[in-house]
């Protein structure tokens, strides 16, 4: 990771083609300089995104409440959203409940019935895949 950088004096006509260059990058351009500020390691993303644990929660619902589910596996308030698929172009699942229950949403984010688990957490394929890394195909 690249934290830091700053490239003086660059030329202006220059700017786009060096902003499109950097992916994932927060770049900080001035009429002096350009900074690159950050940059995320590069990762691939599913439709399913990657699995961030290999189980499912436990949660009680309230009826008529509205919840987003993370369905990228990055947030850090799992199973709910906390902004984080932003970096990754995907979106959570907004779903509201009928009635008070307790379920189980999926933690692994493999499920074929978003956002809830069924029980795809127990295969192979999930149980193979470290943490934080898409499913093999």
Known sequence: MLVGAVVPKVQSSLLPRLVQSIDRAVVAVTAENVALVAVEPVRQ????GVVAVKTPFKVQLGEGKLYAWCSCGLSKKQPFCDG?????????VRFKMEETREVWLCGC?????RPFCDGTHKTDAVQNTELGQNVAA
Request: overall charge positive.
């Open 45 to 48: 993303y599913t439709d399913k």
């Open 84 to 92: 984080a698929h932003k970096t990754v172009g995907m979106t959570p």
């Open 109 to 113: 984010k493999q499920t074929s019935d």
